[in-house]
């Protein structure tokens, strides 16, 4: 069965950094066509973050985490990560990984970001803390 396994929940401080991982197995990370980060903060909608083909490799991200934030993958560990810099209180929320074989064309992810509802397999979700 396909599925995707994030690492354990963090807490950090303002201003400090962390990785979040979201792995998996050789046959689903090998039919995927992208993969993406989202978050979602108590009683509020689930928002895209960053995106990663895992194809060519490019990326994308929301405006909110630009320049702070990196998305990128390990082929060999079959393994897409989320490092988060200079983080900040609102940051904090329940972040998930997710994947599909078939993702929107990049220059309609370029303009709208990555959409909730088009990807199918989703991780577990990560509790990320950020404390002032």
């Known amino acids: 069965q396909a599925q995707l396994v994030q690492s354990a929940g963090v807490s950090v401080q303002t201003g400090g950094s962390l990785s979040l991982s979201c792995s998996a197995s050789p046959d689903t990370y090998n039919s995927t066509d992208c993969m993406g980060w989202f978050r979602q903060q108590p009683g509020k909608v689930r928002r895209w973050v960053a995106a990663i083909y895992t194809g060519p490799g490019d990326t994308y991200y929301h405006d909110s985490v630009k320049g702070r934030f990196t998305i990128s993958q390990d082929h060999a560990k079959n393994a897409v990560y989320l490092q988060m810099n200079d983080v900040k209180p609102e940051d904090s929320a329940t972040y998930a990984c997710?994947?599909?074989?078939?993702?929107?064309?990049?220059?309609?992810?370029?303009?709208?970001?990555?959409?909730?509802?088009?990807?199918?397999?989703w991780g577990q979700g990560t509790l990320v803390n950020v404390s002032s």
């Open positions: 997710a994947a599909d074989v078939k993702c929107p064309p990049w220059h309609v992810l370029k303009v709208a970001g990555l959409s909730d509802k088009v990807l199918k397999l």
